[in-house]
């Protein structure tokens, strides 16, 4: 049992480049959501989605699309990064099927990106 | 989504409880008092959470105030590796799945040898 994992755990970018981070969790939790984390900051919601098929933007949702085609899966992509973008990315899961008292929130290492 | 506000800062000593206070006036009946804890390089852990009563977990204790205005997350013997930001966080238990975790900037505990 992994877990939430996020590949790469590094990354260098240059401005307007793409590229797709990932997450992958084997917990068969129905709710993932991917999170920014800037110097000093709490984490801030980009994306989250409910189960597959099903996705919805968090607070600062501009720059990045997801999708959700497995229960497993819920990668993040940035179609032309910008210097605004380097962060620390977390990916969170959780189950959605049982009372909130049971489960909370487990969290990847994340995936620290700079855009140069 | 309900406010919650915690000191920026706080210093233990180690084998010493820690009580970390965090408010929340304007709570609602049906938020949920969440904890979470990042250590240094690392994804946040969820550590303990409730409603209305008490609750104890390994890792830690909570105890709500009886209006709910006000909870205090509690390490009862604090470690070195207990060092990290503590978030307390307020999550609406209606609507199960779309309710959202929304972070603030958290409480840095340092702990001393």
């Known amino acids: 049992n992994a877990g939430v994992t996020q590949t790469p755990k590094f990354q260098v970018l240059k401005t307007g480049q793409s590229m797709t981070l990932q997450c992958a969790q084997d917990?068969?939790?129905?709710?993932m959501s991917w999170y920014r984390q800037d110097p000093g900051m709490g984490l801030r919601l980009i994306h989250y989605?409910?189960?597959?098929?099903?996705?919805d933007q968090g607070e600062v949702p501009n720059g990045y699309n997801v999708s959700r085609s497995t229960t497993e899966d819920f990668p993040l992509r940035l179609l032309s990064a910008a210097p605004s973008q380097t962060s620390v990315y977390f990916c969170?899961?959780?189950?959605?099927?049982?009372?909130?008292?049971?489960?909370?929130?487990?969290f990847g290492s994340g995936t620290r990106l700079t855009v140069v | 989504d309900a406010k919650t506000t915690q000191p920026n800062s706080m210093e233990s000593n180690e084998e010493e409880p820690v009580h970390l206070p965090c408010n929340h006036s304007t709570i609602s009946g049906t938020d949920y008092i969440h904890w979470y804890r990042q250590l240094p390089s690392q994804g946040p852990e969820y550590v303990i959470h409730?409603?209305?009563s008490n609750v104890n977990n390994r890792m830690a204790s909570l105890a709500i105030a009886e209006d709910r205005k006000s909870s205090t997350l509690i390490l009862h013997r604090a470690t070195l590796r207990d060092a990290a930001v503590y978030y307390c966080?307020?999550?609406?238990?209606?609507?199960?799945?779309?309710?959202?975790?929304?972070f603030g900037t958290g409480t840095l505990l340092a702990v001393q040898p």
């Open positions: 989605s409910v189960g597959a098929g099903i996705t």
């Open positions: 966080i307020l999550r609406d238990g209606r609507g199960g799945a779309t309710n959202k975790l929304i």
């Open positions: 969170a899961s959780r189950r959605t099927t049982v009372p909130m008292w049971d489960y909370g929130y487990t």
């Open positions: 409730g409603l209305t």
């Open positions: 917990m068969n939790h129905e709710y």
